[in-house]
């Protein structure tokens, strides 16, 4: 699984200093999409529900653009989850801990091999952010075991301690319900008029091409299929759909007939190791309602 390179990741950050904005890098994140998905939101709904949460851009944005009032925030990954539970209620005693917090490829080894299970949960936290934005390319990644196995980083001055942004997140995350669950299980509760954010790990756009799995037992083709009865099922019941994914003969069969609609938009990936190798990929937004025609202005270099 690739990450964004060191300089391409620090640029997206210094290109987008409204606060909050994501804490965490993740792969996949939309923050480079951002005007993308915030141009085909709904022009009206309740309660807003992201079940991938990940980085969080969608959310933010949302938030930065006063758009959201009640909001239930999900994902799969329990240590993700955690953090954003921790930001939300001990944002101080994060602060405090990464001030402390050596850039020091000894003290990155040291803090990787502690169990993660065993630390309080602003520890996790903590340790967490500090991984994630020291670690080699950005990239959140777990063996078989579930252990986070990055390798030391190449950054000069990582930004881990990031004090303002995190008591901006801590703010937009009191609007949220956050619970780690699967995605089905997360969107159950989900009423007409409420927006859906599915924002799953992307189908493969080869055999090899395995990059967007964060969890150790990955996001299957099996998993794809069952995402769209999901979102057929919350179709039927009123509410507002979109989700996001790799334009691939398999996603388009999948969401080939109403009451989806396609829209292509490019986007910049990281989908080779060599970056000089990367560059435009067009993905799709999907939708369950129509959106007024945007010009092909999506991608943002």
């Known amino acids: 699984m690739f990450g964004l390179d060191e300089d391409e990741a620090d640029t997206i950050v210094t290109m987008n200093r409204q606060l909050p904005r994501p804490f965490l890098k993740w792969a996949g994140g939309k ?101 994630n934005k020291t670690g080699y390319n950005g990239l959140y990644r777990v063996n078989r075991q579930g252990k ?68 150790p037992d990955g996001f299957s083709h099996k998993d794809q299929s069952r995402l769209r009865d999901v979102c057929l099922a919350l179709s039927e019941r009123g509410v507002w759909v979109m989700i996001s994914n790799s334009d691939t003969l398999l996603i388009r069969d999948l969401y080939s007939h109403p009451p989806f609609i396609l829209h292509e938009v490019a986007a910049r990936r990281a989908i080779n190791s060599n970056a000089s190798k990367r560059g435009k990929v067009q993905e799709l937004i999907i939708t369950n309602y129509p959106i007024p025609t945007l010009p092909h202005t999506d991608f943002t270099p």
């Open 31 to 131: 923050t480079q999409l951002l005007d993308a998905l915030m141009h085909r939101k709904p022009p009206t709904y309740a309660a807003y529900h992201e079940p991938f949460l990940g980085g969080g851009a969608l959310f933010f944005g949302l938030y930065r653009a006063h758009a959201l009032t009640k909001v239930f925030l999900s994902d799969s990954n329990r240590e993700l989850i955690d953090a954003y539970i921790a930001v939300r209620d001990h944002v101080d005693e994060i602060i405090e801990l990464l001030s402390e917090y050596p850039h020091e490829e000894a003290f990155y080894y040291e803090l990787r091999a502690k169990d993660p299970w065993k630390l309080s949960l602003p520890e996790r936290a903590a340790r967490m952010i500090y991984l």
């Open 148 to 215: 986070f196995n990055v390798p030391f980083g190449r950054y000069k001055a990582p930004r881990y301690l990031d004090p303002d942004n995190l008591q901006e997140v801590s703010k937009a995350l009191q609007l949220a319900e956050i619970r780690s669950c699967a995605f089905d299980q997360a969107v159950e509760d989900a009423v007409e008029g409420d927006w859906v954010y599915f924002d799953p790990p992307y189908a493969p756009l080869s055999q090899t091409a395995h990059f967007t799995a964060y969890q």
